[in-house]
């Protein structure tokens, strides 16, 4: 099946390498695709392809023959990435490393040319081209002229309705991130036509379109293989899609996040797990909860992105990495004492959600790049809910919870809050649900007066932290660059307001000068 991944992901490359002006790819072999799609297997292997680029950064793992040139193999992660750009500019998390133009996301200073917020750009346009090409190729055109019909004609639909999905989500990153951005589809020909720069909300509306075409042709919730799109993944990222909507194009569709929340609760298909550690740990692939996860496995997924990242980073200072299920720790990330202070403090009630590793921290961050400053957040762990280490002790067994269904009840209650209909004793009674769980009983329980806006962002932060979640709240929230403070943002250590522009990061200039039909975003 790596040999087939190969040939195809090098033949598309090869066809969609103009459509991205800024991937430097090199293709490495010279099939055509009518030799490559003549195996039938072919399509299951690129359709797992499509899948494998949120979690894999290039051909062969862990390193050694990657998707995109010029920037470090383990940095060019799709997950690695994203979880940065969504974490290490709010007050959930710093990082002690000073790669160049790593410490401008605690600073609020990125620019068009850095790095970072270049390798997320071009992350998610390799995964809507590579998204585009599986779909050129699966048409009904393409397989009659290739002789398939019968079952694997049905199965290869259901595979274009997942290859859609996995386009929009990308497409609903690049609008939450950038802003107006360059669009395309399997509609576009193949050449050296640059793309056109399309308005977000052109954009929300295209993504919109999709995930409510494709929602009945994906499996029922609960029914699709593990790690693969069903229907409920659909539901959480249209859920998604409408809590933002009056970002994205300045009108609330709060009413919509509703009712496909309530698509996703009512199914049935989903439950809280007994435990918040364990949707966390080695084998949370058995969690009740998770809608649609990135996959990683310690023998077969080996990056030094994603979850390898997210769980080594986490790890210095005193901690034992094997009690962790690591080889080492990284010595990398830390929270901030904006987060801590959202918990009860330790002498009383105890808020199990709070998985923070405090001996030889300090809670106050003096220098970022000392890993001791601040307290250490091993809350993902290569150890499963037996207390068995992992597979492999560099690259973890843990998926990464993308969507699941604690975040659909507080996306439910917020979406109340706003005035988007619903019950507010519903609401309050989804939340309470999540503080039950975190303190083993009904003391952190709230009533109705409770429950505010203020309050649901506190539980957010409380419930999803380290779960690529906060910046794209706290913009929602209006708390992200005007009003929002915390220690270090700003490269300030009580932490500055910021300019408003910083809401959408930019293009990147490399972009700008390939593609005379992009524009930057004001302020940069």
């Known amino acids: ?32 695709a009518n030799n490559v799609f003549s195996d039938p297997a072919s399509y299951e292997a690129f ?10 950064s290039g051909q062969i793992g862990p390193s050694g023959d990657a998707d995109i040139k010029g920037i470090d193999e383990g940095f060019s992660n799709y997950l690695r990435q994203y979880w940065k750009a969504q974490e290490l500019t709010t007050d959930e998390a710093v990082i002690a490393w000073g790669d160049e133009g790593l410490p401008d996301y605690h600073e609020h200073d990125w620019t068009s040319a850095n790095q970072f917020v270049t390798a997320m750009y071009n992350r998610i346009f390799f995964q809507i081209s590579i998204a585009n090409e599986f779909l050129r190729e699966s048409t009904d055109a393409k397989l009659a ?23 929009a989500l990308s497409y609903y990153h690049g609008i939450d991130m950038y802003g107006d951005i360059p669009f395309y589809t399997e509609e576009d020909a193949i050449g050296n036509v640059m793309p056109e720069q399309a308005p977000r909300a052109e954009v929300f509306k295209y993504i919109e379109q999709e995930l409510l075409a494709i929602a009945d042709v ?12 069903d229907r409920a993944a659909a539901w959480a990222l249209l859920a998604k899609l409408y809590l933002n909507a009056e970002v994205y194009t300045g009108q609330g569709r709060y009413a919509d996040c509703i009712t496909y929340c309530n698509n996703i609760i009512s199914s049935g298909a989903f439950a809280l797990s007994e435990s918040y550690q364990e949707t966390f740990l080695a084998d949370n692939q058995q969690s009740s909860e998770i809608i649609f996860p990135i996959t990683f496995d310690g023998e077969r997924t080996r990056t030094f992105g994603g979850m390898t990242f997210i769980t080594h980073a986490a790890v210095g200072g005193s901690m034992d990495a094997n009690s962790f299920g690591l080889d080492g720790g990284w010595f990398g990330t830390r929270t901030t004492s904006a987060l801590v202070n959202l918990f009860p403090d330790e002498t009383g009630e105890v808020d199990e959600r709070a998985i923070f590793y405090t001996e030889g921290q300090s809670l106050e961050i003096n220098s970022i790049t000392n890993f001791n400053d ?20 560099t690259f973890p067994d843990t998926d990464f919870p993308l969507f699941r269904l604690a975040d659909v009840y507080l996306m439910y ?6 005035g988007g209909g619903g019950d507010v004793a519903t609401a309050v009674g989804y939340i309470n649900q999540l503080r039950e769980r975190a303190y083993n009983d009904a003391s952190g329980n709230i009533t109705q007066a409770e429950l505010t806006l203020d309050f649901i962002l506190d539980e957010r932060a409380r419930e999803l932290y380290w779960e690529g979640h906060r910046r794209t709240d706290l913009i929602r929230f209006n708390e992200f660059t005007e009003n929002g403070v915390w220690p270090w943002k700003g490269n300030v250590p009580e932490g500055t307001t910021t300019a408003s522009f910083r809401n959408l990061f930019p293009i990147p200039s490399s972009e700008i000068i390939a593609n005379t039909n992009l524009t930057q975003n004001q302020g940069y």
């Open 1 to 32: 099946m790596n040999k087939l991944y190969n040939v195809i992901i090098a033949t598309t490359l090869l066809w969609f390498s103009a459509a991205c002006t800024d991937l430097d790819i090199e293709p490495e072999s010279r099939s055509t």
């Open 47 to 56: 359709i797992a392809r499509v899948y494998a680029g949120l979690s894999v």
């Open 145 to 167: 002229e290739r002789n398939i019909s019968g079952d694997l004609q049905a199965e290869i639909q259901q595979y274009r309705a997942e290859a859609r999905f996995l386009r």
């Open 218 to 229: 994906l499996p029922p919730a609960g029914a699709a293989e593990y790690g693969r799109a």
């Open 413 to 418: 209650a917020e979406a109340v809050v706003r």
């Open 374 to 393: 601040g307290y250490a957040a091993p809350k993902f762990q290569n150890i499963t809910s037996t207390g068995e280490i992992g597979s492999d002790l």
